[in-house]
DNA sequence: TTGAAAGCGCTAACAA
DNA sequence: TTGTTAGCGCTTTCAA
């Protein structure tokens, strides 16, 4: 009878399970109780030397991947961190989303990726799709508006992390930068360089909108002509940006500084700008904003908007971290400000 | 006696719960049992409108979100796909992590990403996170050449979907494209266009080394000079492309046309092409890999190799699907073509 | 330091 | 169409 146990009696119903090896079958193989083995595993200090010897061995020997999903249904720590980025192919949060992505890989947690939607209706259902993998914490790009969604959240009591921005109001954690001080930085910067006539080409982003509105407020402080604005809306690319560019110099040609809600869109400016045969940046000055890795390279070489994105993926991941394994955080809410480099289009 | 069940005999021990609602508080409400409600939420179709009714109503009221890890291993379908990326800020990559996202999203999975890495011990953790949430599938960049980690793979029963390469031999299902024809016919189109003097700018990555191998081949049948290659090593940046363009200029001056293994790579030999005021197409051709969504709008705008990466990302995931949901695929190995697009660097 | 029992929240299998 | 029962594979709680 080596069949398996008790055929007997009433037909045992019986699960189709996967075939991947148990922590069960570690355990009977290196003589000792699941929990021990359990324990040789995930807390090895904890047991004597002996029995973490028998287990690893047995763990060698079956080549066991401990299955996550049922640890974390009994523990109800996932080891999961939900990472919600706006779909942009290339983007500023590229960096974050990587370093985000190593330190929590480094500390043995794993990264889902929802991305964010336009619609509402979409919004919640990516929520919820979070939200039912219990994850230990959530990583937001930008701010969550939908007071609904807030509320939810809030009341899952998983640790969320909100970032590229600021509030009085966070859910929970923040690590971010002022847009209002980027606009009246980056206008005061232009103004200090003998600039007078501005335009801002932007796209349609709420962000955006702030930095443009602080712009504008600190061009009227010094009674300069109010900036045109224009904005291409969902589009960021180079192409937006040469089109933008064109426009301007048809309807405003004395513009001579031009401030960029991205360094796409500045870099379509420029192309724009060299192709009418226009001096950079004698005539016109350009300041982008992200500081995309490539930007510092070309000819001419853009001035531009730096945000320390690895610094906000890492720092996130500690504090979601910090979090997630019942530690409290000192400082909840960060600024980590922003640089204005300057470069060869101003 | 308003308290729980049965304070009697022995006191029983009890767990913390998560205090998140659960589906047995919802079929409570509804005054159905609890696998009803599971039906009516999953297969609202297999239930009487009747039974949906209150059970809708139950989830509403009290906003139940199921656990997908409680779901996940009681089911043994995680609806979960990992997909394993080469850690690059900007890469060609993007657009296909992006619509492999989205595709999978619509139909109820979720992405979760690893980084892929360069030590062969690192892959292996990366691996083991991996299996360890028992994906429903997996997505890799490129192919899997540990041959221990393949069978590893095979062994689990989780699909798995190789891409952006083609090989006689894939873990289970591929779409790609060959380098191999990608070298050759870069290589016939400069030499159309009447060039003679060749250089590669290469980054370190055996894909490009098989598009570089076919490329000199191909110039070799022509009886024309070997081409220089220039190996940059890891950076693929614009730096390290206009370095190279530097350094292809000194040593070999006579070279008239520059095959770079990445866009971003081209974009630095052009820089550097425009510095030292040569004449492009002219005096020198450019040709890139990856049609990055701006090389189209620079100018002058790059000429390169285009793959479909969308097309990629979604059939992929269309696939990946497929086979969780237990269908097969018609054709496992897909080969999805480049194409030469042709603008003013040529 | 080790183990036994119980149960995390859900669904597969079977029965009515 | 609905319900009962028994787990999925792990960790917590309690006890030795």
């Not at 010897?53 to 996932?78: D, F």
């Not at 080891?79 to 590229?94: C, G, H, Q, R, Y």
């Amino acid at each position: 009878m080596a069949e398996s146990a008790k055929p007997s009696g009433a037909a045992k119903r019986t699960r189709r399970k996967t075939g991947a090896i148990t922590l069960h079958q570690v355990a009977q193989l290196a003589g000792v109780s699941p929990i021990s083995a359990s324990r040789a595993i995930n807390t090895p200090d904890q047991v004597s030397p002996k029995l973490l010897e028998k287990v690893t061995l047995a763990v060698k020997k079956t080549g066991y991947v401990p299955n996550l999903l049922a640890g974390g249904l009994a523990s109800s720590r996932s080891k999961l961190i939900a990472a919600v980025v706006p779909s942009t192919v290339i983007s500023v949060f590229n960096e974050t989303i990587e370093s985000l992505n190593t330190t929590l890989f480094n500390s043995g947690y794993q990264l889902m990726l929802g991305q964010s939607a336009y619609s509402a209706s979409r919004e919640q259902l990516i929520l919820d799709a979070i939200i039912g993998r219990r994850p230990d914490g959530i990583f937001l790009t930008g701010l969550m508006k939908s007071e609904k969604i807030r509320s939810q959240l809030l009341a899952t009591g998983i640790p969320v992390l909100e970032t590229w921005d600021l509030t009085a109001n966070p859910i929970d954690m923040l690590i971010g930068f002022s847009h209002t001080k980027i606009g009246t930085a980056v206008a005061n910067f232009l103004i200090q360089k003998e600039r007078r006539n501005f335009a801002i080409v932007r796209a349609e982003d709420e962000r955006a909108d702030r930095r443009t509105r602080a712009f504008i407020q600190a061009v009227k402080k010094q009674k300069l002509p109010t900036p045109f604005v224009l904005n291409v809306g969902a589009s960021r690319s180079i192409r937006s940006g040469r089109d933008a560019m064109a426009e301007i110099l048809r309807s405003h040609p004395k513009v001579d500084a031009v401030f960029c809600s991205s360094d796409l869109l500045a870099l379509g400016v420029l192309t724009e700008a060299k192709f009418q045969k226009l001096d950079v940046p004698r005539k016109i000055n350009v300041v982008g904003f992200g500081d995309i890795p490539f930007v510092a390279d070309m000819i001419p070489a853009l001035t531009t908007v730096r945000i320390n994105g690895m610094k906000i993926g890492e720092l996130g991941a500690r504090y979601l971290i910090e979090r997630a394994e019942g530690r409290t955080v000192a400082e909840p809410t960060v600024d980590v400000g922003f640089s204005i480099i300057e470069r060869e289009t101003t």
